[in-house]
């Protein structure tokens, strides 16, 4: 059964910095490009951020410069590193296979407010 369980977000404040964490499970998470995504309310979910299965990466160009994506396959543990964090930034973040095949996990929610 897949499961991908995100973690790490919080209250942060406009300049801060946040680590997301997502701990997949049920598949071969090594062979998957993998992706955050992201839920604003009343916005469609959208791709901020991807890694391929070989490590290469792509940033949305509003996270570009400031968010990081890595992935450690060994612990099947896919990684957000979130710098200059701005309140646009707030929303629900969720990890997923790049595209999109298995069920959404809880996501774990991002405050960027002072």
């Known amino acids: 059964q897949v499961q991908l369980v995100e973690s790490g977000g919080g209250l942060v404040q406009p300049g801060g910095s946040l680590r997301l964490s997502c701990a997949a499970s049920?598949?071969?998470?090594?062979?998957?490009?993998m992706g955050w995504y992201r839920q604003a309310p009343e916005n469609e979910r959208e791709l901020v951020a991807a890694?391929?299965?070989?490590?290469?990466?792509k940033f949305a160009d509003s996270v570009k410069g400031r968010f990081a994506i890595s992935r450690d396959n060994a612990k099947n543990t896919l990684y957000l590193q979130m710098n200059s964090l701005k309140p646009e930034d707030t929303a629900v973040y969720y990890c997923n296979s790049r595209p999109s095949y298995y069920t959404w996990g809880q996501g774990t929610q991002v405050t960027v407010s002072s």
């Open positions: 049920g598949f071969r998470f090594s062979f998957n490009d």
């Open positions: 890694i391929s299965s070989g490590g290469t990466t």
